[in-house]
């Protein structure tokens, strides 16, 4: 499966919605916030919000099939959404990343591997995602679901 960066942001999104709106999250794309880290005009590609708690975040997606410039805008993407001064999370998905910055986003508290299917369903390929939002929601019942509580005598 091969998207544009565009359509991988709405894909992002879409998982999103489709399995947390119902927890009160409204989600917005390519919301204007402030200024880079070089000073210029900063677009998030997906914002969400809890109303009820008034706690946002904001990811940036990245998305690469084939190699490319992508290896270079991933270490200023990574710095820049450190400044943001919210929840940040850069997800990204794709085999056109070289194998350093594979490892340079494994690695990053900031990043998350998210490729949700069609079906928008919760599975393997969105479980960083899902783990990011359950810390910066409180949700812990998305980081145990399909466990059982821990019984003396189990």
Same mark, same amino acid.
């Given at each position: 499966?091969?998207?544009?960066g565009?359509?991988?942001?709405?894909? #992002?999104?879409?998982?999103v919605l +489709?399995n947390f709106? +119902? &927890?009160?999250i409204?989600v917005? =794309?390519? @919301?204007?916030f402030?200024?880079?880290?070089?000073?210029?005009?900063? *677009?998030?590609?997906?914002?969400? $919000?809890?109303e009820?708690? &008034?706690t946002? /975040?904001?990811i940036?997606?990245?998305?690469?099939?084939?190699l490319?410039?992508?290896? !270079?805008?991933?270490p200023y993407?990574l710095?820049?959404?450190?400044? $943001?001064g919210?929840? #940040?999370?850069?997800?990204?998905?794709g !085999?056109?990343f070289s194998e350093?910055i &594979? +490892? /340079?986003?494994?690695?990053?508290?900031?990043a998350? +591997?998210?490729l949700?299917? #069609?079906?928008l369903a919760?599975s !393997?390929s969105? =479980?960083?995602l899902?783990?990011v939002l359950? *810390?910066?929601?409180r949700w812990?019942?998305i @980081? #145990? *679901?399909g466990?059982?509580p821990? *019984? $003396?005598?189990?």
């Open positions: 499966m091969t998207l544009t565009n359509q991988y942001a709405n894909r #992002v999104a879409s998982y +489709h709106g +119902h &927890r009160g409204t917005y =794309r390519e @919301v204007p402030g200024k880079s880290i070089i000073g210029k005009n900063r *677009r998030i590609d997906i914002m969400l $919000i809890e009820a708690t &008034r946002a /975040m904001a940036e997606c990245k998305y690469q099939d084939s490319g410039t992508a290896d !270079e805008k991933i993407a710095s820049d959404i450190q400044q $943001i919210m929840p #940040v999370c850069l997800t990204y998905a !085999e056109g350093g &594979r +490892h /340079m986003l494994a690695a990053s508290p900031l998350a +591997h998210c949700p299917d #069609v079906a919760m !393997e969105t =479980r960083e899902d783990a359950a *810390r910066t929601f812990w019942d @980081v #145990v *679901r466990k059982t821990f *019984r $003396i005598g189990s």
